[in-house]
């Protein structure tokens, strides 16, 4: 589901900008990325590393904390598509994807009592659950440390292929110890970290301009 999501979000991200998926897709840049992606994700369909914990788990531990505190709150899975887009300005798209999480839960405190926000906060990170603020929505999970999966993922490839040039994609909610795991380093501005958009495009653009300057100089090393 998540291949195909990402597609679909990649797709739409393009023909919004105004540019041809045939001649993306084919970019010699991209077709290096696509194809050992395409071979680990159908991999993938029958092996799996999960360090998190199911949403639904999250979103019952979530509603029990907050129902404990009486505590009123909104969250993404309560919400509509059209609501989601409309209070996160995200496209139709990117708002249905972004409810079809499969580790946390976006929300937002509706009960306006001071320190309500607050206490929900602390009583979920000290249940075990790792909750990050921000301006709108905000996020719940567990606490996972990001770079065991990004550690893994770096023996796993250099096993298979040996040396290797690593690239990590980050956003505001990104762990500083996963960026020293890697190579090259690409953080994405946004807004709003907890709403759930993410600027493929731009992660794209980015991948294809550090491929080529990997390309460019060991073409230069070999002369």
């Given at each position: 589901m998540t291949l195909f999501a990402g597609a679909a979000l990649l797709a739409a991200?393009?023909?919004?900008?105004?540019?041809?998926?045939?001649?993306?897709?084919?970019?010699?840049?991209?077709?290096?990325?696509?194809?050992?992606?395409?071979?680990?994700?159908?991999?993938?369909?029958?092996?799996?590393?999960?360090?998190?914990?199911?949403?639904?788990?999250?979103?019952?531990?979530?509603?029990?904390?907050a129902a404990r505190l009486q505590v009123e709150i909104h969250a993404f899975s309560d919400m509509s598509v059209d609501e989601v887009a409309r209070e996160t300005r995200l496209s139709l798209l990117q708002a249905r994807l972004a409810k079809l999480p499969?580790?946390?839960?976006?929300?937002?405190?509706?009960?306006?009592?001071?320190?309500?926000?607050?206490?929900?906060?602390?009583?979920?990170?000290?249940?075990h659950l790792r909750c990050v603020a921000a301006d709108h929505?905000?996020?719940?999970?567990?606490?996972?440390?990001?770079?065991?999966?990004?550690?893994?993922?770096?023996?796993?490839?250099?096993?298979?292929?040996?040396?290797?040039?690593?690239?990590?994609?980050?956003?505001?909610?990104a762990d500083d110890n996963v960026l020293q795991l890697v190579d090259r380093r690409v953080i994405v501005g946004e807004e709003d970290p907890a709403r759930g958009g993410v600027d493929v495009a731009g992660w794209a653009r980015a991948i294809v301009e550090i491929v080529e300057e990997v390309r460019s100089s060991r073409a230069c090393g070999s002369r």
């Open positions: 991200q393009l023909h919004q900008r105004g540019l041809s998926l045939k001649r993306f897709l084919l970019n010699p840049a991209i077709l290096g990325l696509l194809v050992p992606w395409l071979c680990l994700g159908l991999y993938c369909l029958y092996q799996a590393v999960e360090f998190g914990r199911p949403h639904a788990e999250i979103a019952q531990a979530l509603r029990r904390i499969e580790y946390g839960e976006r929300f937002c405190v509706r009960d306006r009592r001071a320190g309500a926000r607050g206490r929900l906060i602390d009583a979920l990170n000290a249940s929505y905000d996020y719940v999970g567990a606490p996972v440390e990001n770079s065991l999966g990004v550690a893994l993922l770096r023996t796993l490839y250099h096993r298979a292929y040996g040396t290797i040039v690593t690239v990590g994609l980050a956003d505001a909610l």
